[in-house]
């Protein structure tokens, strides 16, 4: 929650709170607009539950990054060190995840059933892990709703050196992606090595989901990957403007939740959502009023 | 005839499981060269290890004496409903979606590539249906568009997985007709499976006939008899020949 500071004006207490949450205002706009950008592909390629599988996983890998805290193997310098760090767990949970979910089909084991095996095992694991622990409720709470607002100036370095270059590529090789999703087969004829395409944005997926697990929670994570996508879709007709208005409702969804989580001292995280359901629901009622109106 | 490619000693299938084995022929340049053959007998298979979408078990797709490495563009036309007619698609952009895949750091379509994709489409006839979205095409609007598509790449090989089979006969015909057209006037060799055998004795100059691990190829006029054909679907066909037309209808019928 960002409480305003009193005995100011609202543009005096804003800036007074830009400035000492700058870091977690960045580190939201960056989130919200990759996990929108990136949303379009999960939603056009209708994986929505793979990303919330992905998710899940990365929740997990952050249970058991608090898991290791217990143990002395895993203290800075010490050679399992890593294990605490929250989203290289989460990472590594996703690859896992990764390597189960996109597994060829088999004639028992469908793609569903891989997904709804990843998310239930994966919740089950991660609430086991931190039950045991003296904030385990606390820990499952921040992994579910999170908080963007104590993102530290190190998790916002660590956040642009990941995410600048997941950006680059993703609008450097847009056409390419989008080939490969839309038609594979096509991009087969064409000499495209489609598994190591499709094994890269996956990977871009992943890391940009459990970074966002791991700054800002699962609900922030799954909220901006489809809802924005969801929204632009309505409304966007030609490819590079439903990516761009994804983005720019990500964008627009995270400043807009910013000043109405200072405003009203309401959790950072789920009032960003909120207003990205809000953004994804006009365009759907304008769209029904208008054609009402016009009949 | 300049064979366009060969397929050597091909064994086709998915996973393990071979469908057809030993498959060796050769495409020749600029014919129509069609391949029939019941369910399940490997014909789409072929067709897809050909263009590159299945890797071959076992032999080899050689391209005019070169290696497999340096195949010629290849026009790949799918069945229509392999397209998610979800991504918002119009038909213009589902054109220029194949075209620059070998420019991989160009996020935007040059424009001499661009203005191709519009023409390809003009070259089917649907020059007016641009702007239009793709789910909202007709079939046959949709499958002029994934011809345009594979135009536009201006492919030495035009392949095709039959491209009628959801089309009323009227949008099949002109379809066909617009195929065989543009492999006259663009000097293409076509590579199409079909069920339709009255279709394939009308159009193809070569056929190939699979069934259950044999095969026949040739000219057409040779391959497509009503012998070959009974024995290829275990049921008596015959091929009709009547005021220069040519149909092929169950024996009983004929």
């Known amino acids: 929650m960002i409480a305003p500071p009193q005995e100011e004006g609202l543009l005096g207490s804003l800036a007074t709170t830009l400035e000492l949450f700058l870091d977690s205002f960045l580190a939201t706009l960056v989130l919200a607009t990759v996990l929108a950008f990136l949303g379009v592909h999960v939603v056009l390629r209708r994986v929505v539950f793979v990303g919330v599988a992905l998710a899940e996983m990365a929740s997990l890998g952050i249970a058991a990054a608090f898991f290791a805290e217990r143990f002395a193997i895993t203290a800075p310098g010490r050679p399992l060190a890593f294990a605490r760090d929250h989203w290289v767990m989460g990472a590594l949970m996703n690859l896992v995840g990764l390597a189960f979910l996109l597994r060829a089909e088999r004639r028992y084991l469908s793609r569903e059933s891989r997904i709804a095996i990843c998310f239930t095992a994966a919740g089950a694991l991660a609430v086991l892990l931190v039950a045991g622990s003296a904030h385990g409720m606390d820990e499952i709470q921040v992994l579910m709703t999170g908080d963007p607002l104590f993102v530290s100036h190190q998790d916002l370095n660590v956040l642009f050196a990941v995410m ?47 970074m966002s697990i791991h700054l800002a929670g699962m609900l922030f994570a799954i909220g901006f990957l489809v809802l924005p996508a969801a929204g632009a879709l309505s409304i966007a007709r030609r490819p590079w403007s439903i990516f761009g208005i994804a983005a720019a409702i990500g964008l627009g969804s995270a400043t807009a939740g910013f000043l109405v989580s200072h405003e009203r001292d309401w959790p950072l995280g789920p009032t960003t959502v909120a207003v990205a359901v809000l953004a994804f629901l006009v365009p759907q009622v304008w769209r029904r009023v208008s054609a009402a109106v016009r009949r | 005839m ?90 213009l952009e589902v054109v220029r979606l194949g075209l620059g895949a ?115 190829v040739g000219p057409v006029g040779e391959t497509l008899t009503s012998e070959r054909l009974t024995a290829l679907y275990g049921y008596p066909m015959a091929v009709v020949r009547e005021n220069g037309r040519v149909a092929v209808v169950p024996a009983g019928e004929a």
């Not at chain 2, 399940?40 to 590159?52: E, P, Q, Y």
């Open chain 1, 164 to 210: 600048t270059p997941a950006v680059l590529l993703l609008v450097v090789f847009f056409r390419r992606f989008l080939l490969v999703a839309f038609d594979p087969e096509l991009a087969l004829t064409l000499g495209v090595r489609v598994r190591a395409w499709e094994a890269l944005f996956y990977l871009l997926l992943g890391t940009a989901i459990a």
């Open chain 2, 2 to 91: 300049d064979p366009l490619l060969r397929c050597e000693d091909l064994s086709v299938g998915y996973g393990r499981r071979a469908v057809a084995s030993g498959l060796a022929f050769s495409v020749p340049r600029g014919t129509a060269f069609h391949i029939v053959g019941p369910n399940g007998c490997g014909k789409t298979t072929l067709l897809k290890t050909i263009v590159g979408i299945v890797s071959p078990l076992a032999g080899r797709v050689a391209w005019s004496g070169a290696p497999a490495s340096a195949r010629p563009t290849i026009g790949y036309v799918p069945q229509r409903d392999s397209i998610d007619s979800i991504y918002p698609f119009r038909a």
């Open chain 2, 102 to 216: 070998d420019r991989l750091f160009r996020p935007t379509l040059p424009r001499a590539l661009a203005d191709r994709a519009r023409s390809a489409l003009e070259r089917v006839g649907l020059g007016h249906r641009v702007g239009a979205g793709y789910s909202e095409l007709s079939g046959g609007e949709r499958q002029r568009v994934l011809v345009a598509r594979a135009l536009a790449l201006e492919p030495e090989l035009l392949a095709l997985d039959e491209p009628t089979s959801e089309l009323d006969p009227g949008s099949a015909e002109r379809l066909l007709d617009l195929i065989e057209s543009l492999r006259r006037d663009a000097k293409l060799t076509v590579l199409l499976v079909s069920h339709d055998l009255s279709g394939v004795a009308r159009r193809a100059t070569h056929v190939l006939a699979m069934n259950d691990g044999r095969y026949v």
